[in-house]
């Protein structure tokens, strides 16, 4: 990618996978889905079942070859998020609550202001790791050991 390309990457992505989404141009244009894969490196979309193209592919090991349907990635500029309210597509716009948190709201001509909310799909992929020790974890019983005592200086490397 050359430095111009670069320059035109979007920085603060406000549309996220998951989301309900209204192609506003292109073949699809009027159609809703949902955003299946976010593309941020190209400021590209997958939606789910909307852009649909053939795909010539060869026969290799392990594969069959053939003609298949595949969904294409969209231009970012070409979906908007829908209104959870009016169902109508709209821009988004940040706003923060009482409390601190940051949410994403509707904005634009003829949108609701109601808060957009955050696709369950994302909520279920941030659970955290197992917390069991692998083979190549340090035990916690050497991670606590003292092997160092500021007082008396004992520990400290001899240089």
Request: aromatic share 2%; charged share 15%.
């Given at each position: 990618m050359g430095w111009k390309a670069a320059q035109?990457?979007?920085?603060?992505w406000k549309i996220v996978r998951g989301d309900n989404v209204m192609i506003i141009r292109g073949k699809d244009k009027g159609e809703t889905g949902t955003i299946k894969r976010v593309i941020r490196s190209q400021n590209r979309v997958i939606v789910e079942g909307k852009n649909l193209v053939k795909k010539?592919?060869?026969?290799?090991?392990?594969?069959?070859?053939?003609?298949?349907?595949?969904?294409?990635?969209?231009?970012?500029?070409?979906?908007?998020?829908?209104?959870?309210?009016?169902a109508k597509p709209c821009k988004i716009g940040i706003r923060y609550l009482e409390d601190g948190t940051k949410v994403r709201v509707a904005r634009g001509i003829g949108a609701s202001g109601s808060i957009i909310p955050r696709p369950e799909i994302l909520k279920i992929r941030a659970t955290p790791r197992p917390t069991v020790a692998g083979p190549k974890?340090?035990?916690?019983?050497?991670v606590l050991e003292k092997t160092y005592d500021r007082k008396t200086g004992k520990g400290m490397p001899d240089l």
């Open positions: 035109k990457l979007i920085q603060n010539h592919i060869k026969q290799g090991q392990g594969h069959e070859g053939g003609i298949f349907t595949v969904e294409a990635p969209l231009h970012v500029s070409n979906v908007q998020v829908l209104d959870p309210v009016t974890d340090t035990p916690m019983e050497l």
